[in-house]
């Protein structure tokens, strides 16, 4: 048997999606740019696409730029902002991505802009308080704090965030990643500047995201070169990728209620099998409290595990995917800088389940006895 539960790394393509996209590949391959019949045509499908994005997070097309994933979307966002708004103080969290964190250290480093850390309560959580602090203290600031966490699940309140930087004239971006699709995002709240997605969290292909830009914080580009992306985006664009994430953003969106429930059906499900048959199961961050996480991540800890790796390993080798913390582009296991960040138990092995609509309860029956056995092995 073979079972993925690593979809908070990245999600299956949806057949549907795959068919949406095939005319891009084998039809249309005009360059969008060209004002010939053929560029015309493949124009039309990056517009339609913009369009449905936009009503599906109900903002203007003009508000919507594409990129090729969620780290070009984030990297546009930091040093765009803070270069346009002369920025030079950041406020972030231990438990940002590193297409946020790298990002900002490295501004940090290049003498740009001081970053400064919010603080987190034990399971991760924002404490709002002291970001109000640093806020009073550095007002015109750039925030970057995530709305959904990729290796705990924790769901940030992006609204009370959006509040406080409002009040303190900060630029607020959220890294939306994992949550779009998956949980709500009110982009009517002007406080909220810039959000980012990935069409391959969501069923869609990889190497193609998008960049909301709130209408009166448009900002200068960060990839120059052919101005497209009415000059926000320098490149051609990944027209068959375009198309490909607007489909599979309409599914998620439109089957959203049908697939949550049956996202919380699974987690709740796994959180019952693993307390019966692993003793001493562990459970990270929020990721147990299906109301404050996102249905789709589960993040737990192993007693008496000594060598992780190991214990992944075994999984893979009877067919199981999982994770030991987020996806790792050199596909070695290095610790995970957000369990480091937040209160684990000590001495215990780490694994991340990540569900899809995809996953059925008898593949969670499968991978629990198989992690058992792995353990008692
Ligand atoms: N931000 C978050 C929260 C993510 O989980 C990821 C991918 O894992 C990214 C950004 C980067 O997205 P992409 O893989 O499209 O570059």
């Known amino acids: 048997m073979k079972v993925y539960l690593d979809n908070a790394a990245t999600t299956p ?21 060209s004002i010939h019949t053929f560029g015309r ?28 994933g969620g780290t ?6 930091i040093n765009s902002a803070i270069a346009q708004y002369g920025i030079q103080h950041a406020i972030t969290s231990k438990i940002e991505h590193h297409a946020v964190l790298h990002t900002l250290e490295y501004l940090e480093k290049a003498g740009k802009i001081h970053v400064h850390f919010v603080d987190l309560d034990p399971q991760g959580q924002v404490d709002y308080s002291h970001l109000e602090k640093l806020l009073k203290i550095h007002e015109n600031a750039f925030v970057s704090l995530m709305h959904a966490n990729n290796e705990i699940g924790n769901i940030t309140d992006i609204d009370m965030v959006a509040e406080l930087c409002g009040q303190h004239k900060a630029y607020y971006h959220s890294d939306t990643v994992q949550s779009l699709g998956h949980a709500a995002i009110d982009l ?7 959000i980012v997605g990935s069409a391959h969290k969501f069923h869609g292909p990889k190497g193609v995201g ?10 200068a580009p960060f990839l120059h070169g052919g101005g497209q992306e009415r000059n926000m985006r320098g490149g051609t664009e990944n027209v068959p990728g375009i198309v490909g994430l607007a489909k599979a953003l309409e599914l998620t969106i439109s089957e959203q209620e049908t697939n949550q429930q049956k996202l919380l059906e699974l987690k709740q499900y796994t959180i019952q099998k693993l307390k019966e048959n692993i003793e001493g199961v562990a459970f990270n961050g929020l990721s147990v409290d299906t ?5 789709k991540v589960l993040s737990i800890g192993l007693p008496g595990v000594e060598d992780n790796d190991m214990v992944l ?3 893979d080798i009877n067919g199981i995917a999982v994770s030991g913390g987020s996806a790792c582009s050199s596909g070695t296991s ?39 056995l792995t353990l008692k092995s």
């Open 188 to 194: 009517s709240n002007p406080n909220i500047h810039s």
């Open 291 to 295: 109301g404050r996480s996102l249905h």
């Open 41 to 68: 045509t493949v124009r039309s499908g990056v517009e339609k696409a913009r369009k449905q994005v936009a009503d599906f997070l109900q903002v203007a097309p003009s508000e919507i730029f594409f990129t090729s």
């Open 72 to 77: 070009e979307a984030d990297n546009t966002v």
């Open 210 to 219: 998008l960049m909301y830009l709130r209408a009166d914080k448009q900002l």
């Open 313 to 315: 390993f075994n999984l």
């Open 13 to 33: 393509l949806d057949e549907r999606v795959f068919e949406a996209m095939k005319p891009y590949f084998l039809e249309y391959h005009g360059n969008p740019s």
């Open 334 to 372: 290095i610790g995970s800088h957000v369990l480091e960040a937040i209160q684990t138990k000590e001495n215990m092995g780490l694994l991340r389940i990540s569900f899809s609509r995809f996953n059925a309860k008898d593949e969670i029956d499968y991978f629990v006895e198989k992690l058992s």
